[in-house]
C-alpha cells in the first residue's frame, strides 16, 4: 500500500490567494482527519471525516476554510484567501475505523507558506 | 475536555545512553493513551498505545511506556538509543470510545541524539 498521499508537498503562496490542500487516503479506510502542525500550537485537528461525511468540524480556525470529500478515495481543505498566520504544515490522515484499536495513518504532510 | 502535556520540549541525548520523555495527561474518565514518532519531513507514526490491561506496553524497536493512572502520566523510555531516533515524539489521548481516533496531541518532544 502506498499509504496516505498528499499533494503538493510544499506550497508558497501570497496573501489572499486560494490554496488547495490534496489527500488520498489509504484504501479502504473509512475515516479521514486533517491536522495542522506549527509551532505556537503544535498539531491541531481541524475536521475529519466518516464515509465521506463531516463528522466534527469544531476545529476548523473560520470560514475561510473548507474541506471537502467528494469520495472515499479523495479530500481536499481549501482555504480562500490564504493569510501569512495560515503558515503551517497540514497532514491528512486515515484509519480503517473509529476505534482507537485502529491506528492513524499519516502522510507526509503539506508545508505551506504564505506570504 | 482532556489535555496532553509534554514537559520538556527538547531532549539532547548521547548514543546508547537512556532516554525518558514525560507525558502527562488530564482527564475525568477513561482515557486511551498513544506515543506516535515523527522522523524529519515525514507524518506521525503510531509508536505505541496503552488501551488496556497491562501497564507496560513496548514498541518493536526497544521503546517502552507505562501508564500510571494515579500520576496521569504515560512517560516513554529506551534503555540505549540509536542516532536512528532522533525525531519528534507525541503524547496524544483519546476517551471517546465512539471516536477513539479523535485524538489530543501534546504539543512534541524533539530528541536529538549525538554521537
Known amino acids: 500500500d502506498a499509504g496516505v498521499i498528499q499533494s503538493p508537498r510544499h506550497e508558497v503562496t501570497e496573501m489572499g490567494q486560494e490554496v488547495t490542500l490534496r489527500c488520498k487516503p489509504i484504501s479502504g479506510h473509512d475515516y479521514l482527519f486533517w491536522y495542522r502542525q506549527t509551532m505556537m500550537r503544535g498539531l491541531e485537528l481541524l475536521i475529519y471525516?466518516?464515509?465521506?461525511?463531516?463528522?466534527?468540524d469544531s476545529g476548523m480556525p473560520e470560514d475561510r476554510f473548507s474541506a471537502k470529500m467528494p469520495n472515499a478515495s479523495f479530500s481536499t481543505l481549501k482555504i480562500q484567501p490564504s493569510e501569512p498566520r495560515d503558515s503551517a504544515v497540514y497532514f491528512c490522515?486515515?484509519?480503517?475505523?473509529?476505534?482507537?484499536?485502529?491506528?492513524?495513518?499519516f502522510g507526509n504532510g503539506t508545508r505551506l507558506t504564505v506570504t | 475536555a482532556q489535555s496532553v502535556t509534554q514537559l520538556d520540549s527538547q531532549v539532547p541525548v548521547f548514543e546508547e545512553a537512556p532516554v525518558e520523555l514525560r507525558c502527562n495527561y488530564s482527564?475525568?474518565?477513561?482515557?486511551?493513551l498513544f506515543w506516535y514518532v515523527q522522523y524529519p519531513n515525514q507524518g506521525l507514526q503510531l509508536l505505541l498505545k496503552?488501551?488496556?490491561?497491562?501497564?507496560l506496553v513496548e514498541s518493536i524497536n526497544g521503546f517502552e511506556a507505562e501508564f500510571n493512572k494515579s500520576q496521569t502520566s504515560f512517560h516513554l523510555r529506551k534503555p540505549s538509543v540509536h542516532i536512528s531516533d532522533t525525531a519528534e515524539y507525541f503524547c496524544a489521548v483519546s476517551v471517546n470510545k465512539a471516536a477513539g481516533n479523535k485524538l489530543t496531541f501534546g504539543g512534541g518532544t524533539r530528541v536529538l541524539v549525538k554521537p
Open positions: 496503552y488501551l488496556s490491561g497491562s501497564t
Open positions: 482527564s475525568s474518565v477513561s482515557v486511551y
Open positions: 471525516f466518516n464515509n465521506n461525511v463531516p463528522i466534527d
Open positions: 490522515a486515515s484509519s480503517l475505523q473509529s476505534s482507537y484499536n485502529s491506528p492513524l495513518h
